[in-house]
């Protein structure tokens, strides 16, 4: 969004996120480094679940990327998008499997040479297969069709059933890691129409008397030693946020400004302790009615059906 947005230079971009901004590091950019990424602090908020009945009581640990490119930078990298009925269940217009193809074909750089009907080349967001198979997992593929389960060499084609053994394809480029970060926001901060802030995390939003938003206020995280307004420059009018909730914060830090020249306001959800949802609630925004009546009830994941909330003036 960041990449677009500000690409053909005539639009002023701040992105705030609540992360840190290490997405480039060394343990974030080999794959193996999942190993040290787990459980880390620095990278991860750390969620669980509460008790869950079929784990014997035991907690749940959500792996939540707390790094600019979120999740992308500390999940095992697998390249999938779920079925086409998943999105075509969800019953939300525009959310159809034939609606949301276009776009993933459009961020995406294959390398493997899959289907062009359900693969792009031209995007930024690179899927290659994992360089090196383990002799072990050979043996179970060969086990697994010989048992009958049937085959599939690409979990992302559309056309079949996803059902059969078979290996995932990775977002990797020459063995590395492609986060979101690495394949889009790493471009767009090129651009100088495109700040970064990380270690904010948004608390609310902010509106005047005739309840237009104009601005936020956040949280400056790891650092506590002073007070600041920020005011936002009539240059910076377009803003939009990631966040998560990390426990405890230090104090409040105001970004406040009436702005006849804000265009808008985007908040990126996620599933686990939805961003959106807090910062409309904290901001006395009563919406969630409204949200639900998006997605039937029993599909308890709605926030990424959802996917965007978008204020505007």
């Known amino acids: 969004m960041a990449d677009r947005l500000s690409a053909d230079g005539t639009k002023k971009v701040l992105v ?74 969800w019953g939300v217009p525009g959310w159809k499997a034939a609606d949301v193809l276009p776009f993933f074909k459009a961020s995406q750089k294959d390398m493997t040479g899959r289907s062009p009907e359900f693969h792009g080349v031209d995007g930024d967001w690179v899927m290659d297969d994992v360089r090196y198979q383990n002799p072990l997992s050979k043996r179970f593929l060969e086990v697994g069709e010989k048992a009958g389960l ?10 079949r059933t996803q ?3 078979g290996r995932f394809q990775v977002s990797e480029i020459n063995g590395e ?21 990380t270690g904010t995390m948004v608390r609310r939003i902010n509106f005047d008397q005739s ?21 936002l420059s009539p240059s910076f009018p377009h803003w939009f946020f990631s966040d998560r909730e990390p426990g405890d914060l230090p104090r409040t830090y105001r970004i406040a400004r009436p702005l006849s020249s804000l265009k808008h306001l985007i908040l990126f959800n996620t599933i686990i302790h939805s961003p959106i949802f807090r910062r409309l609630k904290l901001s006395s925004i009563r919406v969630a009615k409204s949200l639900l009546r998006l997605v039937p009830s029993h599909h308890h994941s709605f926030s990424c059906a959802v996917g965007l909330v978008h204020l505007s003036t």
């Open 150 to 159: 049937g085959t599939n060499d690409d979990f992302n084609n559309w056309g």
């Open 211 to 231: 309840k237009t938003a104009t601005g936020v206020t956040y949280d400056l995280m790891g650092d506590d030693t002073m007070k600041v307004s920020f005011f």
């Open 16 to 89: 705030l996120e609540a992360g840190t901004p290490d997405y480039n590091a060394m343990i974030v950019r080999i794959p193996a480094g999942i190993l040290r990424l787990f459980r880390n602090t620095k990278y991860d908020w750390q969620h669980e679940t509460g008790g869950e009945k079929a784990c014997n009581g035991r907690n749940v640990f959500l792996q939540r990327g707390k790094v600019l490119g979120g999740s992308s930078c500390t999940n095992v990298c697998l390249h999938h998008r779920g079925s086409a009925q998943d999105y075509d269940d």
């Open 177 to 197: 890691r492609c986060s979101g970060a690495k394949a889009f926001l790493t471009k767009a901060m090129k651009n100088k129409n495109c700040k970064v802030r």
């Open 163 to 165: 059902e059969g053994v």
